[in-house]
């Protein structure tokens, strides 16, 4: 039983975790997918840290400045984009 609570406490703590992560990849007007392929590829040994390494240096930049394709800017919402164009 204490396997199941631990699974689902693991399970509550990694979705909001990626889902986070995407969001700073939209934010850098890159696809999620990119995030996922990092993470693969941060499996392997020794390129496991350069890859840590990226995901830190594309959460920490800052977003790209007005809309992108992923949609408008959080931070100046007058400004517009079309998502699907």
Same mark, same amino acid.
Do not use: C
């Given at each position: 039983?204490?396997?199941?609570?631990?699974?689902?406490?693991?399970?509550?703590?990694?979705?909001?975790? !990626?889902?986070?992560?995407? %969001?700073?990849?939209?934010?850098?007007?890159?696809? @999620?997918?990119?995030? &996922?392929?990092?993470?693969?590829?941060?499996?392997?040994?020794?390129?496991?840290?350069?890859?840590?390494?990226?995901?830190? !240096?594309?959460?920490?930049? %800052?977003?790209?400045?007005?809309p992108?394709?992923? @949609?408008?800017?959080? &931070?100046?919402?007058?400004?517009?984009?079309?998502v699907?164009?």
């Amino acid at each position: 039983i204490f396997g199941a609570i631990g699974g689902l406490f693991a399970l509550a703590m990694a979705l909001p975790q !990626i889902s986070l992560q995407v %969001r700073r990849f939209h934010d850098r007007d890159l696809s @999620g997918w990119w995030y &996922l392929g990092l993470l693969v590829l941060g499996m392997v040994p020794y390129i496991g840290k350069i890859t840590g390494l990226a995901i830190f !240096i594309i959460s920490v930049l %800052r977003g790209t400045d007005g809309p992108n394709k992923f @949609g408008p800017d959080p &931070l100046r919402p007058e400004a517009r984009a079309e998502v699907f164009a």
